[in-house]
């Protein structure tokens, strides 16, 4: 089946603008995380979800940086006044329930390329 | 110190040999484990979860040591195709539930003819 999606997979933004981040997650996961990797490091956590409740916001780095996940599938990760410092791959991933437990398997989509100029 | 560390590389080595990664973590409390492969320019995926009995899928094998908090994993017969950048995970908070991952940065291994 298809795989996490994420759009636009390129943007290129000018300081001071808000991006939007799209993801639309394996078909049937509950849970939807954010992670943003610099070059040459490991994925950063910023945010999860489970269904449309945010349960763990401690990775965003401040408060232009929010997400949400109204109906319990396709979330946003809204960046607003962006800076420089925010250029990244913004990675997206999900996992599903197991048995009525959530897991913690995850699954990636191929990221979506943000470079503020 | 980083909560998961792990060597960077680049390993190089021939088509053939053996080659282990270990990864260190800094939380005694620590749940699950895994490793992830990466390719260039790609997003991370599943290599394999890392079990206390050690497991093995094929050519690779991974075992986890809780009482020295480290994880390795093992490839024998590296092929070409295993070049590629290998991710230490670890899931600091909650034992198979949905969860916050905690990457290393990363190993890259390069296989060569």
């Known amino acids: 089946g298809a795989g996490v999606s994420q759009s636009p997979r390129y943007k290129v933004t000018k300081r001071g603008q808000d991006v939007a981040l799209r993801c639309d997650p394996i078909?049937?996961?509950?849970?939807l995380y954010w992670y943003r990797q610099a070059l040459g490091q490991g994925p950063e956590f910023l945010t999860y979800?489970?269904?449309?409740?945010?349960?763990?916001k401690s990775g965003l780095p401040n408060d232009r940086f929010s997400a949400e996940r109204p109906e319990g599938s396709i979330s946003t990760l809204t960046i607003q006044r962006t800076e420089q410092r925010d250029s990244a791959m913004y990675r997206c991933?999900?996992?599903?329930?197991?048995?009525?437990?959530?897991?913690?398997?995850?699954?990636f989509g191929p990221g979506t390329r943000l470079t503020v100029l | 110190r980083k909560e998961v560390e792990q060597d960077p590389g680049p390993f190089n080595v021939p088509e053939g040999a053996t080659v282990a990664f270990n990864c260190t973590y800094s939380?005694?409390?620590?749940?699950?484990f895994f490793w992830y492969r990466q390719d260039c320019r790609k997003e991370p995926k599943l290599l394999m979860s890392?079990?206390?009995s050690g497991n093995e899928d094929g050519r690779f094998t991974a075992q986890l040591n809780r009482a020295s908090q480290y994880i390795s994993l093992l490839i024998r017969d590296s092929k070409l195709s295993d070049s590629a950048t290998y991710l230490c995970?670890?899931?600091?908070?909650?034992?198979?539930?949905?969860?916050?991952?905690?990457f290393g940065t990363g190993t890259r291994l390069q296989v060569t003819l």
């Open positions: 979800f489970n269904y449309e409740a945010q349960q763990d």
């Open positions: 991933a999900s996992s599903s329930l197991r048995g009525g437990v959530f897991t913690d398997t995850q699954y």
């Open positions: 995970v670890v899931n600091f908070l909650n034992t198979g539930t949905a969860s916050k991952l905690t």
């Open positions: 939380n005694s409390a620590s749940q699950s």
């Open positions: 078909s049937g996961h509950v849970s």
């Open positions: 890392v079990y206390s």
